[in-house]
Nanobody
């Protein structure tokens, strides 16, 4: 069972940047989906970005497209989320999640689902607060 530990959260002013990291203890399977999700107070958890193992087919939610980038360092078993031009609406608890089973193939590539319910393993989260 993989263990995920997020870090890098904090408080910044609007327009600032943060880089989140998610360190995985080990992956039981060679192929998996991993991603970032966030949950603001009183709101449902939502996808921010996902990526298939090996850096294939990254998905970025429309709300953060052009500002956030997801990447992975396989040698370090670490997932990153670079967040630029942060806005107050980005304030939330950010979670890393992984799943080795729930993915789908389309036109020769493998994609990850974006629904939080498709992910089985979760970290404890790291808080991001953006002030105006």
């Amino acid at each position: 069972q993989v263990q995920l530990v997020e870090s890098g959260g904090g408080s910044v002013q609007a327009g600032g940047s943060l880089r989140l990291s998610c360190a995985a203890s080990a992956f039981a399977y060679s192929y998996y989906c991993i991603g970032w999700f966030r949950q603001a107070p009183g709101k449902e958890r939502e996808v921010v970005a996902t990526i298939y193992s090996g850096g294939e087919t990254p998905y970025i939610a429309d709300s953060v497209k052009g500002r956030f980038t997801i990447s992975q360092d396989n040698a370090k078993n670490t997932l990153y989320l670079q967040m630029n031009s942060l806005q107050p609406e980005d304030t939330a608890m950010y979670y890393c999640a992984e799943d080795p089973r729930h993915m789908f193939a389309f036109q020769g590539s493998t994609y990850c689902y974006s629904a939080p319910g498709e992910y089985n393993y979760w970290g404890q989260g790291t808080q991001v607060t953006v002030s105006s």
